[in-house]
């Protein structure tokens, strides 16, 4: 079983030409052989459909704690957290 959640690009520039845009899904899944159990999966591309891919599976002690890390930087620039 595998959920999509959400989906999006970072706000960095297209046109740049040092850092491409990056792609980001965020799903629920219990297709990871070596995890056992459901899993928060995050998956991050480098300049989309033929870019370079990296897959992280979080329990949710571990998602916890990426949620935090980025409500902590939220709040670094002054961002609103709600």
């Keep these: 079983m595998?959920?999509?959640?959400?989906?999006?690009?970072?706000?960095?520039?297209?046109?740049?030409p040092e850092r491409p845009r990056a792609w980001w899904i965020v799903a629920v899944t219990d297709d990871c052989d070596g995890c056992q159990d459901l899993r928060v999966e995050?998956?991050?591309?480098?300049?989309?459909e033929l870019g370079e891919r990296a897959t992280a599976h979080f329990?949710?002690?571990?998602?916890?704690?990426?949620?935090?890390?980025?409500?902590?930087?939220?709040?670094?620039?002054g961002a609103d957290t709600e």
Excluded: C, M, W
Excluded at 2 to 16: L, N, W, Y
Excluded at 61 to 76: D, F, G, K, N, P
């Design 42 to 48: 995050l998956t991050v591309e480098l300049g989309g």
């Design 2 to 16: 595998k959920q999509s959640v959400d989906f999006g690009h970072d706000d960095h520039p297209e046109d740049d």
């Design 59 to 77: 329990n949710p002690e571990t998602a916890r704690r990426v949620r935090a890390a980025i409500t902590s930087a939220l709040r670094e620039i």
